[in-house]
């Protein structure tokens, strides 16, 4: 078994460990909005994309929802799901598109009910993804504020905003 997949049966240590990380970049913002927002995501955009592919086998969208979802990444899914899973999903729990693989929205199910700090997020309403932000440093976009910018020719929504955990 990968390093990562060991890592996720551990949602709730993962889970604790983004909450340490998104409360240091609040504190470190006002420096980072000195040294520059887009300078600080060039910088990021390197290790972010190395430490979340190994962990989470991340597509670096750039809108990271790994907390809402029982740390699993939901752009691992074929179809790109961001609400829930599709209607295909097999008997045995598998994907339709590749039988060989475990539908990401059943195990983000079952890994959220291991979590304490963001379990219940699974039932909030995530935007469509933003195909612009692919690449950048989510950790920037959340604290632009970007990651849950809706384009103005999108129906407009109400996001709910990441709870101060
Ligand atoms: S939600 Fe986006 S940023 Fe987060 S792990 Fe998945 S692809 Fe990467």
Known sequence: MKFG?????????LERTYQLTYHL?????????RIGYDRVDGWLRGPEDFA???????????QCILHSTGMTCSMSCPKNLRNGPC??????????VKPEMPCVWVQAYNRSLDMTVYGDELLNIQPPVNRQLE?????????????????????QMDIIPLAEK
């Open 87 to 96: 209607g295909g999903v097999r008997a045995n729990g598998h994907c339709e």
């Open 25 to 33: 970049f609040k504190k470190l913002d006002p420096l980072i909005a």
């Open 52 to 62: 979340k592919r190994v962990v989470f086998d991340c597509h670096m969208c750039g």
């Open 135 to 155: 690449g950048s440093s989510a950790w920037i976009n959340m604290l632009t504020g970007q990651d849950k910018a809706v384009p103005k020719a999108w129906p």
């Open 5 to 13: 997949q060991q890592l996720q049966r551990y949602p709730h240590f």
